[in-house]
């Protein structure tokens, strides 16, 4: 749907040809690193962006949720990566409807986890393609890595399932401990995943797939002889946490939040219509290893820090050149979130911007928890 004019706030806004550009920059990346590259939809939600990966040379995507991949199933994505243990038997009955219809790949971290799935798969007369989830650091899911090899060796074993790889989630992760040393983090996290496909396939399991990667660590990861896969998904808007690490400027940040001034009751003090309902606050300010200093960065206004926020009100602290700027009640301004993924995901629209029109574009797969 198109349409020329001034989208009411607050509303996420993206830059189409920047979005573009950060596309075909990471399919170059594993292009040039002869991997496949899978790119987690949870940044845009869309099918028609993750179309765009596709054709840009992405071999199929990444999600968390059965939900969204129904989403993206519905809309012709026809390989997905479900990079989460599905334990719930409703879930897992609509995981192997969906494997009737599509290439479907599946995480799995525990033996309860595929037994799980082997049952389900074998009353259903199939067979599911699952991945082993490694816990190389973070310490969210994932198994132990020191029981990896065991586990993958008892999951190859069962029948109703084909375990074709591993996959770990680590971002920027060194030596459990956050860090900004990217080159480093990625160069771990590609080693450890490496030694451990050598290892399972000495214990007899000939798994195919090595996959790794978040948007700071995947290009670094890639270099590492013996992975397969990058699954990074920041990478298409980029946002001020990519900047901060370095992965990218602030220019190449697609993706901004549109909001209008609504109060200034202090020289100091700017008040806008986006606070939490508007803004995610899951990357907060001053947290290791960024120290962000915010929720978001004030595109234009060098010494404002968005520094508060309630359901409906955003802060901005005006420091001496924005309270000289002249800023108004009514004047609209763009703030680049700290975290794109999931202010995104409060949005049911988001607004695309192309040589002066906009173009609004429903988020089919926001909100699926299930």
């Not at 309630?310 to 005006?318: A, D, K, N, T």
């Not at 301004?333 to 700290?338: A, G, Q, S, V, Y």
Request: aromatic share 4%; net charge negative.
């Amino acid at each position: 749907m198109t349409k020329q004019f001034e989208p009411e706030t607050p509303c996420v806004v993206i830059d189409s040809e920047i979005m573009e550009r950060n596309i075909l920059a990471m399919a170059n990346t594993a292009q040039q690193a002869g991997l496949n590259l899978r790119p987690h939809a949870k940044t845009h939600k869309m099918p028609w962006i993750a179309r765009k990966q596709i054709s840009a040379g992405a071999i199929g995507i990444t999600v968390a949720k059965v939900s969204e991949a129904e989403v993206m199933a519905d809309h012709g994505i026809d390989d997905i990566f479900i990079a989460y243990p599905l334990i719930a038997p409703g879930k897992i009955q609509r995981a192997l409807a969906l494997n009737k219809r599509i290439r479907l790949i599946v995480g799995c971290d525990s033996m309860e986890g595929a037994r799980r799935l082997a049952e389900a798969a074998l009353r259903a007369g199939q067979t599911l393609e699952v991945r082993l989830e490694v816990d190389t650091g973070l310490r969210r899911t994932g198994v132990p890595y020191e029981q990896a090899v065991e586990t993958a060796v008892q999951i190859h074993s069962m029948e109703g399932l084909s375990l074709t790889g591993i996959f770990t989630f680590r971002g920027a992760m060194l030596a459990g401990k956050p860090t900004m040393n990217l080159a480093a983090a990625g160069a771990e996290e590609g080693r450890l995943m490496v030694e451990l496909g050598e290892s399972i396939r000495a214990a007899g399991v000939q798994i195919a797939d090595i996959s790794v990667g978040s948007t700071p660590t995947s290009a670094f990861a890639s270099e590492v002889k013996g992975i397969t896969e990058i699954r990074p998904g920041t990478y298409v808007y980029q946002d001020r946490m990519q900047a901060a690490f370095g992965v990218c400027g602030l220019d190449d940040c697609a993706g901004s939040v549109r909001v209008t001034v609504v109060s200034r009751p202090s020289p100091d003090l700017a008040v806008i219509d986006g606070g939490s309902k508007t803004f995610a606050t899951d990357v907060q300010p001053n947290a290791a290893p960024l120290h962000l200093v915010g929720f978001g960065h004030v595109v234009g206004l060098e010494d404002a820090v968005f520094e508060r926020m309630s359901e409906e009100h955003g802060m901005l602290r005006l420091g001496p050149l924005a309270q000289n700027s002249g800023l108004q009640v009514g004047d609209v301004l763009h703030i680049i979130p700290n975290h794109i993924c999931s202010t995104v995901n409060l949005h049911n629209t988001v607004i695309f911007l192309r040589d002066g029109r906009s173009e609004v574009e429903p988020v089919l797969a926001r909100g699926k928890l299930e």
